[in-house]
Every structure is written in C-alpha cells, then in structure tokens.
C-alpha cells in the first residue's frame, strides 16, 4: 500500500466515524449534548479539511500538467488565430467594399431615373445586377459565408425597461455591510453556523 493510498483509507476511515458521530448528535435537547455537538462538529471540521488536503494532493500535479499542455499550446493556437482573422479580414473587406460599389452606383441610377434620363424599369432591372458579394460559398473543404450579427449596446440605463436591468449583488452586499440599507431591497437575518477548525 503507498503512502498516498494509506493517508486515503485513514481519511475515508475519519470521514466514517464523523458521520457516525454526526447521526448520534442529530437531536439535542440539553445543554450538555449541545457542548458535545459542538465538540463533534469542530472534529467534522477538522476532518473536512484533511479531506481538502488530499483532494489537493492529487489535484496539484494535474493542474501543473494541465497548465504546462495550455503554456504549450497558446503560441500556435495564437498564430492559427492570427491567420484566421487576416483572412476574415479580408474578406470581410472585400464585401464592404463591393456594398459601397453597389451603393454609390445605386444612387447614380436613381438620379438618373429622378432626372427622367433613365425609364424607371430599366433602372430597377440595372440595381437588381448591380455586383454583390456572396452569402455563403463552397470549397473544396466546406463552406464559408458572410452573414449579419445583431448586436447591442446600452446607452442610456434610465430609459431600459426595468425587466432587464440587472442588480449588481457584489456592491449591494458591501453597502449593507456598511451599514446602508437601499430603497428596493429587502433586508433579514438568518442564523448561520460557523466552526473553525484548529488542526488534525
């Protein structure tokens, strides 16, 4: 038996035996069984932390491994990226470029029809083969399209529906721990159980 797998059986063993001891304590009505919960409780604690420890035993050298094959990795993943985002680019690029083309002709022929120096089906049939760029096309080992994303941005808070506001809990908590009580917020106390564990 290693020494790794001994201090696993003798933590399993520990964990065991507070359980045990855990059930035994699951009522108390006296004084003098609550100093014995809480005696068994702070060894609960105590136990729960030796669990920690070797959980983090085995943990540490997969995280180092981990960490060591990412290090390993990050420069290529980098340039692969880098030569995806060239070619988007560049495409992109292109499309907007054959959009402003289409554009500007566009409004040539509309002048022209506003002006009478075009029929109005004549300049309809001229946009409509006006050069666009492709939404999707197909090579040789899959396809590549070009497609719109909506996105967004908040501007002015004040004007967002309530619904979608989101509250921020991190800077909620810090002003009701200094002391201040926001208007929408709902304020209580419960009863939480702390122990703190001095050792094995």
Do not use: C
Not at 78 to 90: F, N, V
Not at 96 to 114: P, S, T, W, Y
Not at 141 to 155: Q, T
């Amino acid at each position: 038996m290693t020494e790794q797998t001994k201090e696993i059986t003798q933590v399993k063993g520990e964990v065991s035996r507070v359980v045990s001891l855990a059930q035994s304590h699951s009522k108390i009505v006296t004084e003098l069984e609550l100093k014995e919960a809480n005696e068994v409780l702070v060894k609960v604690k105590a136990v729960g932390k030796r669990v920690t420890e070797e959980k983090k035993k085995q943990l540490d050298p997969a995280s180092a491994t981990v960490k060591s094959i990412r290090d390993f990795w990050a420069p290529i993943e980098a340039q692969y990226q880098e030569a995806e985002q060239i070619i988007k680019d560049a495409i992109l690029g292109y499309s907007r470029k054959l959009a402003e083309l289409a554009a500007k002709k566009e409004a040539q022929i509309e002048k022209k029809v506003e002006e009478g120096k075009m029929t109005f089906e004549t300049g309809l049939k001229k946009i409509e083969n006006l050069p666009t760029m492709q939404t999707s096309m197909e090579t040789k080992k899959g396809m590549v399209g070009v497609r719109k994303v909506k996105k967004f941005e908040v501007e002015d808070l004040a004007k967002l529906p309530l619904e979608y506001h989101l509250a921020n809990e991190t800077k909620i908590r810090q002003a009701m721990h200094a002391g201040q009580e926001l208007p929408g917020v709902k304020y209580w106390e419960e009863e939480r159980v702390s122990v703190t564990a001095s050792g094995h």
